[in-house]
């Protein structure tokens, strides 16, 4: 019959047109594949940014000359502490333990010379700090990343980009100078998303050195002279909320009128709320770095971002009562005399905003004339990610492994804008540097100088970040959100002619998030 279609030409068309569906389909697959080892500096497309030293990628010895050294060519296992012996010597041992964080509540962990959280590690700023790890039992492997220090290159602790993951039975030392007083934490960079989550982890304090004064002025001053010093390292097990350990309230004995220096180290992959009831509160650094000025709060919280730091300064009330420090509504430290006790609150209906609390003191850089100025733009898009199909984050449009690598030299003072496209909100953490906030959606930072290294970007939201290049080596820019990470949310920061000979991929071992 005229005008009927031939069954054989039917299905010569159905194949063509399936063929060229599938054949892109099988293409984006097979690229999205990650090879069986590959190394961090070859991933992704290099990202050189915009601005006046954007050449110097191309020849020139850096900024002012500083960044000679590195134009040559070094590995980063070769940029590590000044020789010579330790002022601090530590050996943390991980395992694979069930724990006991309730009454009748065991858990699965990894703990740190037996407990989790590990121990506090204490130093003096200006003290070399040596760290011995000892993996006695996680299968994985495993390293210690020291979150928010600024640690010579080979000391950075990622699996796969500053050395390889530390076998069972195998050991790692880290060597670095604690430079900056403040609050820190350390924690596995290896498997990262179920490590951390399961326990491998602990507090870093670096005391001020002898004789220095904080930027809080003479009357905060006068109150740590005699201050208790308290690392309050919140952590979930599960769906229980633990500060240091323990489950619900934590009593501290501190005498009516004495001051406590609270360090809240939020170690899990969302916000942490923080408030006080019974007494007002300052917030007297951020990430490590002092507040300047900080003015006496009450009614208010402050968001802890995954992975950062908040010193709260706390005065137990002369009445003889108790205050207390939320951390997340279902944990809290009780400050006052033994046996004192304060009401629960809820949350206070507003936060405190770092944007323009305290006053302001002047930078350590001028961003008005950075050298160099990138774009971190983060998106979700359909895909595939080592052959999964799915909606995947993406970084200006790639997706992982094809990731940038933002280059710089040494001694760029670097302007970076983070763009949260994705449709969550993202704490944003990048190693070996700390970085000034300048701006929030356009508007400029009036307060303190905002120094953090894990910055919460919600969903919609911009900062305008800067920094000084100052620390040569390979540095992660990923989401701390860590099940965020393995998801492929992750950049990385790389300094000219800086190599690295370790790899990534499935037959290495390297698994960092």
């Known amino acids: 019959m005229k005008g009927r279609t031939s069954p054989v030409l039917r299905r010569v068309v159905a194949g063509v ?33 915009s601005g006046p030293r954007v050449t110097s990628l191309d020849g020139h010895e850096g900024h002012g000359g500083q960044g000679a050294h590195t134009a040559a060519g070094v590995s980063v296992d070769t940029l590590v502490a000044p020789p010579g ?14 724990v006991d964080i309730a009454p009748g509540v065991t858990v699965d962990a990894y703990t740190v010379n037996g407990t989790t959280p590990g121990p506090t590690v204490r130093a003096v700023q200006g003290d070399l700090v040596e760290v011995r790890f000892v993996n006695a039992g996680v299968p994985d492997g495993a390293t210690l990343h020291w979150h928010g220090v600024d640690v010579p290159g080979a000391a950075d602790g990622v699996a796969g980009v500053t ?4 076998p069972v039975g195998g050991s790692f030392t880290y060597r670095f100078v604690a430079e900056d007083a403040g609050t820190y934490w350390y924690h596995s960079h290896q498997v990262s998303h179920e490590q951390v989550r399961k326990g491998l982890l602990g507090a870093l304090v670096v005391e ?28 979930q097990y599960g769906s229980r909320r633990t500060v240091q350990g323990t489950v619900g309230d934590l009593p501290v004995e501190l005498a009516p009128g004495r001051a ?9 992959n969302g916000t942490l709320s923080v408030w006080v009831s019974g007494a007002p509160f300052r917030l007297l650094a951020v990430d490590g770095t002092d507040v300047h000025s900080p003015a006496e709060v009450t009614d208010q919280a402050v968001t802890v971002p995954a992975g950062g730091r908040a010193d ?29 006790d304060a009401a629960r609150t809820r949350r206070p209906a507003t936060s405190l905003d770092p944007l323009s609390y305290g006053t302001p003191a002047p930078l350590e850089l ?44 040494e001694g760029d003072v670097v302007r970076m804008r983070i763009d949260n496209r994705s449709g969550e909100p993202h704490p944003m953490h990048l190693h070996g540097h700390h970085v000034v906030v300048l701006s929030r959606d ?29 620390n040569p080596g390979i540095w992660m820019d990923h989401c701390h959100n860590l099940p965020h990470a393995t998801e492929g949310l992750v950049a990385h920061l790389m300094y000219e002619g800086v190599t690295t000979p370790y790899l990534l991929g499935h037959d290495t071992g390297n698994v960092p998030e």
């Open 442 to 470: 356009g508007v400029p930072a009036t307060g303190s100088p905002w120094w953090v290294d894990s910055l919460e970007v919600g969903d919609g939201e911009f900062y305008d970040v800067a920094f000084v290049a100052d």
């Open 85 to 98: 012996p330790a002022d601090v010597q530590v050996t943390l041992t991980a395992r694979a333990e069930r």
């Open 366 to 409: 001028d961003p008005g004339t950075a050298d160099r100025s990138f774009d971190y733009v983060i998106g979700r898009a359909p895909g595939f990610l080592d052959g999964k199909p799915g909606m995947h984050w993406t970084v200006n449009g790639h997706t992982y492994p094809d990731v940038p690598m933002f280059t710089v030299a």
């Open 312 to 340: 709260l300064l706390v005065v137990a009330p002369a009445d003889g009562s108790a205050a207390r420090v939320e951390l997340g509504g279902s944990a809290a430290l009780v400050l006052g005399p033994q046996g004192a």
């Open 163 to 166: 050395q390889d993951a530390v």
């Open 17 to 49: 047109v399936a063929a060229a569906v599938l054949v892109p389909v099988l293409l984006l697959w097979q690229t999205s594949r990650v090879p069986g080892q590959f190394s961090v500096t070859g991933a992704g497309a290099s990202e050189r940014g």
């Open 260 to 268: 406590a220096r609270v360090r809240v180290v939020n170690t899990d």
């Open 208 to 235: 001020p050195a002898p004789g220095a004064r904080p930027a809080g002025g003479p009357a905060v001053a006068r109150l740590l002279d005699d201050a208790v010093d308290v690392p309050a390292v919140v952590h």
